[in-house]
């Protein structure tokens, strides 16, 4: 499996920015997709996950800012992120996993400036 995420770049504090992350493969169900991130100097961590059946799960710091949802005919997950802060600033990881893997994308630099 592959994950190829887009979207990243940088916003002042208060815009927003849509995180995209297709995944190429043979791809097993159930599964759960979606974003974890890397500060420096700090363990990565939960953003937001979707299972293939819909079920999300959030980080408690981006809860009520960010959305995730993702196509599954388009093996496809994305992360809207509004009310971007200076500590959202961090290398953004998709993720796909299920019972028999867990397989990381590249990451993608999010930057939010104050």
């Known amino acids: 499996v592959q994950l190829q995420a887009s979207g990243g770049g940088s916003v002042q504090a208060g815009g927003s920015l849509r995180l995209s992350c297709v995944a190429s493969?043979?791809?097993?169900?159930?599964?759960?997709m979606g974003w974890y991130r890397q500060a420096p100097g700090k363990q990565r961590e939960l953003v937001a996950t979707m299972s293939n059946g819909g079920r999300t799960n959030y980080g408690a710091s981006v809860q009520g800012r960010f959305t995730v949802s993702r196509d599954n005919s388009k093996d496809t997950v994305y992360l809207q992120m509004n009310s971007l802060k200076p500590e959202d600033t961090a290398v953004y990881y998709c993720?796909?996993?299920?019972?028999?893997?867990?397989?990381w994308g590249k990451g993608t630099q999010v930057t939010v400036s104050s």
């Open positions: 493969g043979s791809i097993a169900s159930p599964n759960e």
């Open positions: 993720n796909l996993m299920n019972r028999w893997r867990n397989d």
